[in-house]
């Protein structure tokens, strides 16, 4: 046993289209890493048992809690959190804007990891039903109030993102 405080360790991910490279802790946690070192506060950490899905971003692509993940162990790979949804601010994804119009965004805190499941939810299942909704967002708790918004919200979204995709 050789005791001390370990030696940071180099990780490179791409967040948000961006590449970085910090080194860091190895005990670090990704939402500690997003929110501290890049900035990103935007994920939230809520129960730190990965129950809540506050701290939900998207990880090559694929849904995971932030919160139970470290940093090392998410080298090499594309991070998306909310500020990453509408990169330049000047326009909503289309998911923001449907939590937007129907009311979904409740008081703010779980919302980023909601935006990020529903994302991840409508691109496999483009034309949900609401049962497949709320089964995809089982996942996250909000203590604000029921899902009926969020519900109507990814309804909404998976209608927005198929006239866009008409479009082109």
Partial sequence: MTGGTPAPILVRLRVNGRD?????????LLTDFLR?????TG??????HGVCGACTVLLDGEPVR???MLAVQADGATITTVEGLAP????????????????????GFCTPGLLLTAV????????????EIRQGLAGSLCRCTG?????????????????AASRT
């Avoid at 501290?36 to 990103?40: A, H, P, Q, S, V």
């Avoid at 330049?88 to 008081?107: M, S, W, Y």
């Fill in 20 to 28: 970085c490279a910090e080194a860091v802790a190895p005990r670090w």
């Fill in 36 to 40: 501290d070192r890049l900035g990103l």
């Fill in 43 to 48: 994920t939230h950490v809520g129960c730190e």
């Fill in 66 to 68: 932030a919160c139970l």
């Fill in 88 to 107: 330049d601010g000047a326009r909503l994804h289309p998911v923001q804007e449907a939590f937007r119009q129907e009311h979904g965004l409740q008081c």
């Fill in 120 to 131: 991840a939810l409508l691109r496999d299942t483009p034309r949900p039903s609401d049962a």
């Fill in 147 to 163: 899902y009926q918004n969020v519900v109507r919200a990814v309804r909404r979204a998976s209608e927005l993102l198929g006239a």
